[in-house]
């Protein structure tokens, strides 16, 4: 139904890629990351966003 060809899944994967791809590699170079079936770079990215979010929040309220 969505694959690559698919013009909406196509558009899906450009948005998300520049934020799961390096997530996604940075799993694979992990000891824990090697061979699990499982995709964890959703999860990792979202906690990224929402430490960048924090961080950035706090700087704005600091000045």
């Known amino acids: 139904m969505f ?3 698919n013009p909406l899944g196509r558009l899906i994967y450009n948005l998300t890629e520049p934020i799961l791809g ?3 590699s ?3 170079k992990s000891p824990l990351g ?4 499982l995709d ?3 999860i990792i990215a ?3 966003m929402v430490l960048v979010k924090q961080l950035l929040m ?3 309220l600091l000045f």
């Open 26 to 28: 940075m799993l694979e």
């Open 40 to 42: 964890f770079s959703p």
């Open 3 to 5: 694959g690559y060809s």
């Open 58 to 60: 706090g700087l704005v």
């Open 46 to 48: 979202l906690i990224l």
């Open 22 to 24: 390096p997530c996604r």
């Open 34 to 37: 090697g061979g699990m079936m």
